[in-house]
């Protein structure tokens, strides 16, 4: 195999190539750490709790017996959907996230546990997937059986463990795995995509870690065989799987929300790597008509249960919203590889309302229970009919428990989403307590950042080391921020605030973020909120929950939306958040409603709750 | 077993027996026949082309066949979901109900020999179920193997051909599968209940047919059964299959709707039978609740792809509306038997709203073509990704072909559902040319119904034969019809215009209902479809269709619901009918907008369509 001759990158989230055609760069693992605030709550959850629990229920439900199984070490039936490995994976992505954040001897022993569990399942051909080795049915049904998906969450894995770690365990299986589907799919070779795209991304990072070339060009073969209908030789229907318009001619997203964009996110990644503009410009094209008439205002993805799917353009609906937590995290992924391939602000404008708004509503305050849907709307006299209803409220884990440990990957990883870094400067892409270190030419470039983030809008920058030579600091200020300054100087909203100069060790700059409640309308062609107003306090989308308002009927409450709505921070309310104070009509008469961010809902029992409030 | 003394009942479109508790009852089958107008003219279509297409379809699909197989004459594979046979059983039941309206040896003999089929299909010990016979694992799984399922419907068949060819080879198949049922399920038997209703109606209507109590009383134990979760022990939802909660107990609908909606029908079915007049009121209720929160303005039932169900209260999407032609049908027939067990206007007002806006909208102008599915909106730029989406248009026939035979059925027993009879006189309820004959203790008294219904409000009903002393002719004014008058004097909407006295032949009766356009607004709660109106002309819901408006764009209409709206009788357009023009704004100025039956919709190929329009 061919190797490229640049350095092994080490980054988080993704590496980029030196030979990739990138805006802007991700920064190495240790590069960006979450210092305190909001962000170092909820990973301080995810280590304490959602990732010990998390390897308990993956022990319950069976997932790590399987490879017990399948390695012919046990004795028991092999439990849960075909997919049952890739939470296995998600789950050691999401340790070695967090080891790489705080390294702790057990976690990464818990990490080489299941990789060794893993190593004794592998089959002689590099080939590992416990439900199909069981059932011997090899390949048999590429539109069904999530085979190629397994394998990119084990890339991820892979990648992450290498990177965080320094233990190369689970990358000598993954790339072993890797060089049997190279060996087996492509041109030339057995012609099929997986029913489930991820592989694409997984190949994509493979590559960037061991510069093995062949891992590209087999995840731009995926990418490019996708949508001629390949899997409808399966009796794959093509929408739901992605496969009924190539990506290349997809004018916007369509069926079932994580493979699309898993696999958008995935063809970023090979178009930067492979320098193609033209792909990262139709890309580009789809992220905006997503945005357009696909996107809840709360960032989520999906309108539909059936298929788990994006809707027609404006088919938006509140209360049967699916905005499944790991669309949301797929398109975070895809906003991030955006990010990298054009250096717009909007894909980290996107970042930031997908984390809060899209993702973290997914898991509990507590860090031990799921949404794996997300409603916008939940009515009185609702009753929980699956597992994924909300009116059953959160739960411990799911059948098919794909959300949870996304989420916890989602989290650990999270310094990475903060900056990135390109040969002119370092850019602030997300604000939290932190501290961000780029490697520039002229040296290193050391900044830490405090800010009540997401409670209020002052970021303070204070430079702790500097390059020599003028270097540009650059702050995202995000499209809602209308008013911002820095330095008390005007700034513009939707991108950047450049600075370039000469820094010295203590310069400080202050981005101040104007934070008052607004009002989001929808656009005119959504049906469902018609003549409705949503919520927004900075970063956050808020919701009123029937907890704040015992004894009033939500769904008969109006709204003017030119009444004044006040905030203030309540630190005794699930965990300290910022409410609203919103005048509205009851059917009991005008009362004052409280709306808190929409993240924070259903962690005190599950009651009614709205997003969209109709006006008077 | 007892058999009971009255009369064997032949009535159309169910019986009622003389101990039953019931304020009127059906007409015999020949007793009330569609002369003219619309009606007949889709009755013809039945007749014409969608019954003999029918049968092709089922022979093409593999149904026919399947009785074949399981008599073992034929070594085909088994084809088709678990219920096939009930399909089969449905186009019986249509053949049936059009061979009473129009005799005919061919149509005579096809019945005979589809009875044929089933009888060499059938096993020793009554059983008949040919999907589960060849996989030979009976009552495996009540909760999802359709088998008292398929009972039903061919219970209901036997007794359609019983009462419309006097032909009893059906009904002696029926009447040996009920005694099997009869011996195997109940109290001190096997308690179990099948997923899917509808053997309630089925065994009633055998006991009104044969006079057999067991059947009845079976029937009893099995609405008294459902909602203790029986199905549950083979892993069955509770909610989708209308088993969480007892019938008796219900507030509402919920879950599958077609299930739903097949249980409340044969509940009553059991309560009209059992005198239980309390269920009834319960019924009532339910019945209530589901036209205040969960049915469309077209009739329609069902908000939710995902199970086929209704959703929660409010949750009435336009453009996922699922509105299955069957639940529309399956809704049509409890509401027909609360109106004989409780003679109120609004449960006939309720038959007229479901067939002209929930049932015929099912099926193309041409006959041979159907929506299983009834949208209430199609967007711009929506593409079909299963054979339900209104976007890929109207289909010959379905891989889960419930829909078409039950149309069928429908219309072809429509007569039946014209005029109820009591001990005092006759109710005309559904208005077309007719000629309708009831039996009363004076004597006959038929009358002669001609209107030009849809299309107009003029209905004269003409006595041809009286019966001696005071009879009273009630004419039910619907409730939309606010204005009415009976010879010229005003009376009220939303009830019956009684006349009672010595009729002579000769006489006649004018109703005259105003039929003027009108604009509605959905309840307040209901968000999908807040600040928008549906637009209605007698008994008809209208659609605006993008064949009228060619190059506007349906989604930026907006009309102001005080401008005032005209309609004129088209008689080239769609068949004949009434059209609005509807003065709306659209992104190019202003203009005026073609409105459309909705049940006419998607007959000029499919472009995007909407019930509701939002207002300026």
Known sequence: METISSARPVASPTGVTAAAVSAVRPLGVDAALVTGGWWAHRQRRISEVSIPDGRRQLEEAGNLENFRVAAGASSAEIRGPV???????????????????????DLLDAQLEITRLIAAAQQDDGYVNTVIQVRGDRYRNPARDHEHYCAGHLFQAAVAQSRCTGRDELLDIATRFADHLVDTFGPGRRQDVDGHPVVEMGLVE????????????????????????????????????????????????????????????????????TGDTELIETLGRQYAAMVESKQYVTGGLGARWEGEAFGDPYELPSDRAYAETCAGIGAAQWAWRMLLAT?????????????????????????????????????????ADNERTAAGGRHRWFDCACCPPNVMRTVAQLGGYLATTSDAGLQLQQYTDSRITAELPGGEFTVAVSTRYPWDGNVRVVVE???????????????????????????????????????????????ELPFEASVISSHPRVDATRSSVALRLGPLVYAIEQADQ??????????????????HHRPELLGGVNVL????????????????????????????????????
Chains 1, 2 share one sequence.
């Not at 994580?258 to 930067?272: E, F, K």
């Not at 600091?473 to 499209?479: E, F, N, S």
């Not at 015992?550 to 905030?567: K, M, N, Q, Y």
């Not at 919103?582 to 962690?603: C, E, H, K, Q």
Request: charged share 20%; proline share 6%.
């Open 343 to 383: 250096g717009e602000a909007r894909y980290a404008d996107q970042i930031e309302l997908l984390l809060y708004n899209a993702v973290m509503p997914g898991i509990s305050l507590s860090g031990d229970e799921y949404f794996y849907v997300n409603t916008l709307h939940l009515r009185e006299g609702s009753h």
């Open 83 to 105: 997919f049952a490995d890739s939470d296995v994976y998600k789950w050691l992505e999401a340790a070695a996230w967090e080891y790489a954040r705080q390294p702790d001897a």
């Open 465 to 511: 080391t500097a390059p020599t030579g003028d270097v540009e600091l650059a702050l995202r200020v995000p499209a809602w921020a209308a008013g911002a300054t820095v330095d008390g100087v005007p700034v513009a909203a939707g991108e950047y605030a450049r600075a370039r100069r000469t820094f010295q060790a203590g310069d400080e700059v202050v981005l």
């Open 550 to 567: 015992p004894g009033v009927v939500l769904d008969e409450l109006r709204v003017d939306p030119a009444a004044p709505i006040t905030a």
């Open 206 to 273: 493979l590559f960037r870690q061991t510069g093995r070339r062949a891992y590209l060009d087999l995840a731009h073969y995926f990418v490019e065989a996708r949508g001629h209908g390949l899997t409808t030789r399966y009796g794959g229907n093509a929408t739901y799987l992605s496969d009924r318009v190539p990506v290349r001619a997809a004018t916007t997203v369509e069926g079932h929300a994580v493979r699309a964009v898993y696999l958008t996110a995935g063809a970023t990644d090979v178009a930067v790597e």
């Open 581 to 616: 104070s919103v005048p509205v009509r009851g059917s009991g008469g005008d009362l004052s409603a409280t709306a808190i961010p929409y993240f924070a809902w259903a962690n005190r029992g599950v009651a009614p709750m709205r997003v969209w409030i109709p006006t008077a």
